[in-house]
């Protein structure tokens, strides 16, 4: 018969999670956050990254001689700093446009029609008087 496994007396028992409570004891239900917060907040961390990997591209390829310029000043991390947080804006808003566009319903085939000629109508030449405008030069 196998022995009973006793709980290590130096190690506490992990506590029981607590639910959240009102100032009356009622219990809460556990905060959560809109899916479309969840996407955007998601899009804004892949958004920074990016700009990471762009501006680290930028700075180690030295385009337009930019490692010299933001390594050699006494303001060039400002620089850093500024083209991380402008990327992240616009690398962040491209991925929430991209993943919102992604959502919507597939529909079904195109509602232009399909570009056939209508069957049984011909082209009828119908005759215009032409008048002319205004004066006429003698």
């Known amino acids: 018969m196998p ?17 959240l409570s009102d100032a009356a004891g009622d219990e809460l239900p556990e905060p959560v956050l809109p899916e479309l917060v969840r ?11 990016l700009a990471l990997v762009f501006t680290g591209l930028l700075l ?5 001689h930019l490692r010299h310029l ?3 000043t006494t303001g ?5 700093v500024m083209l991380v947080v402008f990327n992240t ?8 446009a991209i ?3 992604r959502m919507a319903e597939p529909g079904g085939p195109p509602r232009r029609g ?25």
Do not use: H, K, S
């Open 76 to 80: 060039g991390w400002l620089a850093i």
């Open 3 to 19: 022995e009973p496994v006793m709980p290590d007396p130096v190690t506490p028992a992990p506590a029981p999670p607590r639910a």
């Open 99 to 101: 993943a919102v566009m």
């Open 39 to 49: 996407l955007y907040l998601r899009n804004i961390a892949l958004g920074f990254l």
């Open 60 to 64: 180690a390829l030295d385009v337009a």
């Open 114 to 138: 399909n570009r056939a000629p209508v069957a049984g109508r011909d082209a009828v030449a119908v005759p215009v008087p032409a008048r002319p405008r205004g004066r006429v030069a003698p």
């Open 70 to 72: 933001t390594l050699e």
């Open 89 to 96: 804006i616009v690398f962040a808003g491209v991925q929430f």
